[in-house]
């Protein structure tokens, strides 16, 4: 088998051709799921690596502030810190809701029409 | 007793047990030469060398990330910096955790859509082939190289420490050990075996992580804040260990290195080609969601026990024990094994025996995926797609990959016993920021910006490559400090250990400068292609 790309599909279904793939491009249909997916994940990206930025910076420049006893011998650092975890899991988890709930319907609608050549 | 006696009993004591840990470790080289052997009679096509046949679950990928993931410097560089600085080694886990939402959130589902075997299939779909691929396969072979060093030179630290073998000899014989098992697991086993590899390895890992986890709680009654408070007066520091400062804190160059690892950590993630091609082992882009997912909860437990490691190693331990026995700390982990057990008694041994040859399984699973992610690339994406032109056939290309991967092997033996006294957790940070500044630009750019092209991703490919490396090369890592690799002569300039806060985001500024200055029109079809297929997976594989 060559190795040419885009590699041919090896599976059954039916490789669209390039109008029809900017055709859907083009369409509504996709632009809602580009949109969608668009405006959920990058504002989303940004905004936990704005987070973790901050708490670098926090770390560096604000050491009394992190050194702030909290409870026991939780200080302020450890404490946001650990809420990174926290953040790190709960970003996770609403994307996947989000993708299973929003985007992969349309995507899977999609997928489906293209390759049965519909 | 004195520290430094508490550290000869110790070292005693792991050269007394030492025929145990090679027969923990022998035990763990045999079950997983057996499961290599089994793979590589199932491996027949390409899709199964280069993506174990496409048929794993989203669980067992997950797993088999976590386990690619986890390496020495994560286990024994996180742990030993927490043990030494506190807090500030604590800060290192967070950024390797949260980058994994950028593979997450942009990366792992495009990518399972549109390519097949490597990196460079994403990179170059809308591009011209053959100087696309040239770019992406030299920069897999340099980010894996970076990270094969650290590995090897792990391996000979570890060795050197827990078998009591100093001489250089000994060190290099390991080196080469470890270089010869690489090669055998991946030209046999493939992608298929290395997978299994893989999950084998994380299974231990855990449940080692988990064992020393519950005994050390256990020590302080499952009381974290009393475990945090002891670790804080035996460390000799007081407050200021569970404060920010220790590590970075001391001027305003360290603290700006710290920025940059920090930048480095959480961007380099999603542009490391031994993680991204183990999303092609799933059927779907769901299942590669799904991997992500379990990766991120098994990291994430990982790291919150290194903490509980860390803290207890410097909860129990004399800080000068740790530090006699490794400058960096990298013995934290094991040590604290063997006074969990008791240091006199056989069970101290036994652990020391379980967690040291539980590293050594890291270390090699780790330089199996490298091994197998550089060669790869080298096979499909130069050999097959540059010098062949597309026209090889199957057969030849995985022979070529299986050629390269002893190649690789030979010249990571080679170089590893070079590095063998390098720091094993900043070769790693290093081969982040490499990753972060000449693979993310164009896997971000070649995904969502329309207008990119071929010459704005060898401008950010090669640009973040050479600006990543050459910073790398007069900083003080390599010349002009005690701890430096060339400590006898002094060409640095650049100040920083890591170059990442400079050359990602001159990764990023070449690929759109690259792609504003060429006349080159983008392939519309080509992007219409990309863009349907990575977000719906029409047509994907």
Known sequence: MATETPPPSKSP????????????????????????????????????IVWYLLYVLLSNYAGDFMGTKLFGNFNVAMTLGLAQFLTTFLIAWWYARTAAARFDPKAEAIKSRMEDGA | ?????????????????????????????????????????????????????????????????????????????????????????????????????????????????????????????????????????????????????????????????????????????????????????????????????QMVKAVLLIAGALLLTFLVLLKFDFNVSDLLGSAADNSGKGAAFLEPGLKYGATGTTKLDFISLGIALVLGTAGLPHILIRFYTVPTAKAARKSVLWAIGLIGAFYLMTLALGFGAAALIKPDEITASNKAGNTAAPLLALHLGGVDSNWGAILLATISAVAFATILAVVAGLT??????????????????????????????????????????????????LNVAGLVALAFAVAASANLPTILYSLFWKRFTTSGALWSIYGGLVTAVGLVLFSPVVSGKPTSMFPDVDFHWFPLENPGIISIPVGFLLGVVGTLLSKEEPDKGKYAELEVRSLTGTGAH
């Open chain 1, 13 to 48: 279904t039916r490789l669209p051709s390039t109008e029809e793939f900017v055709a859907v491009q083009e369409s509504a249909e996709f632009g809602e799921l580009r949109s969608s997916y668009r405006n959920f994940a990058f504002p989303l990206t940004l905004a936990f």
């Open chain 2, 1 to 197: 007793m004195s520290p430094a006696q508490h550290t000869l009993l110790a070292a005693g004591e792991a050269s007394e047990h030492r025929t145990l840990i090679i027969i923990l470790f022998s035990v763990f080289v045999a079950a997983t030469l057996v499961i290599t052997v089994w793979a590589g009679r199932q491996t027949k096509d390409a899709a199964d060398f280069y993506a174990g046949g496409r048929q794993f679950t989203g669980f067992q990928n997950g797993l088999a990330v976590s386990g690619d993931y986890m390496s020495a410097a994560s286990f024994l560089g996180i742990a030993g910096a927490i043990a030494l600085f506190g807090y500030d080694g604590f800060l290192y886990s967070i950024g390797f955790l949260v980058a994994w939402l950028v593979a997450l959130l942009l990366v792992a589902e495009p990518l399972r859509n549109s390519g097949r075997y490597t990196m460079g299939d994403v990179l170059a779909y809308r591009m011209r082939q053959r100087p696309v691929r040239t770019a992406a396969g030299t920069s897999t072979i340099v980010v894996s190289i970076f990270y094969l060093l650290a590995q090897m030179a792990g391996a000979g630290v570890l060795v050197s420490l827990l078998l009591g073998i100093t001489s250089d000899s000994g060190k290099i014989g390991i080196v080469a050990l470890v270089g010869v098992l690489m090669i055998v697991y991946v030209t046999i086993g493939g992608m298929k075996g290395t997978t299994w590899v």
């Open chain 2, 372 to 421: 197998l992610a550089s060669s790869s690339s080298f096979a499909h994406d130069i050999y097959a797609n540059v010098i062949k032109r597309g026209t090889a056939t199957e057969k030849q290309e995985m022979s070529a990959a299986r050629y390269a991967t002893v190649g690789i092997g030979a010249v990571s033996i080679l170089l590893g016993a070079l590095a063998r006294d």
